[in-house]
């Protein structure tokens, strides 16, 4: 038979069906928006996941992309770079591209990989 949602939402269809609709529909946004655009800049909050260490004797919390189900992972490994900004006291705002300290952070792109410092457009995007 067909699923149907109880209520108004995608999300309510039975054991979790609804997220694949979700996954797919901000993918294609995604994707839409990619075409018309140079640059594309997804912003997100981040939230602590408790994951297990490789070895499965201790408990690691690290700092995730804060969106539904998969859709953070699916989305971190479409992005060239995922920074993370905040605000540091003495330095004003920082954006962090290093991976260190169980953050989900990172790029592909040489001039941000591993880097730190004080944001800056023209220290992200050079030509």
């Known amino acids: 038979g067909i699923l149907r949602p109880t209520g108004d939402r ?8 609804g997220y694949y609709y979700l996954r797919e529909a901000m993918k294609w946004y995604i994707d839409v928006f990619a075409k018309f ?8 909050h981040v939230k602590d996941k408790k994951l297990m260490s490789i070895d499965g ?14 859709l953070g992972s699916i989305l971190a490994a479409k992005a060239d770079a995922i920074g993370y900004l905040y605000q540091d006291p ?3 705002l920082m ?14 792109c040489t001039h941000l990989a591993g880097q730190k410092f004080p944001f800056d457009w023209t220290k992200i995007y050079i030509d």
């Open 90 to 92: 003495k330095k004003g």
């Open 37 to 44: 655009f140079d640059r594309l800049i997804l912003v997100s």
């Open 10 to 17: 995608v999300t309510n269809l039975p054991n979790g069906a």
């Open 57 to 70: 004797t201790e408990e690691v919390v690290v700092k995730d992309i804060s969106l539904t189900g998969r």
């Open 95 to 108: 954006i962090t591209f290093k991976s260190a300290d169980g953050a989900v952070m990172g790029s592909r």
